[in-house]
């Protein structure tokens, strides 16, 4: 994936970061690969510039990343996520769910 460049330093990742609003719909398809044509360029060219958006992005894909790696470790373990392991990372996910939704982001 294309690395987006700031202008200035991009905040950390555990930083809380939203993009900017009317960019939510085009960062997340840029950071997750599904984004094409103009409005990707148009994504690309706005976080190059947007330190919001370019730290959302980053953010985005460190999660992506972080996802793809946990499923990876346990697909070469060969083994499923036991129901009370699956079922602690559901309520953790419903809880960042509604975090997003009371901070006015979901």
Do not use: F
């Not at 609003?21 to 148009?42: F, I, N, Q």
């Not at 793809?68 to 070469?76: A, M, P, T, Y």
Request: proline share 6%.
């Amino acid at each position: 994936m294309n690395s987006v460049s700031s202008a200035e330093k991009p905040l950390p990742p555990e930083h809380d970061v939203c993009p900017c609003k009317h960019m939510e719909g085009m960062v997340t398809g840029y950071a997750d690969g599904t984004l094409r044509g103009p409005a990707r360029w148009y994504t690309q060219l706005h976080a190059s510039y947007c330190k919001q958006c370019g730290s959302a992005i980053k953010n985005l894909r460190t999660v992506i990343d972080k996802v793809s790696d946990l499923k990876e470790e346990n697909r070469r373990a060969g083994e499923e996520t036991p129901a009370s392991r699956r079922a602690g990372l559901e309520r953790a996910l419903d809880e960042v769910d509604a975090s997003s939704k009371s901070k006015g982001t979901g």
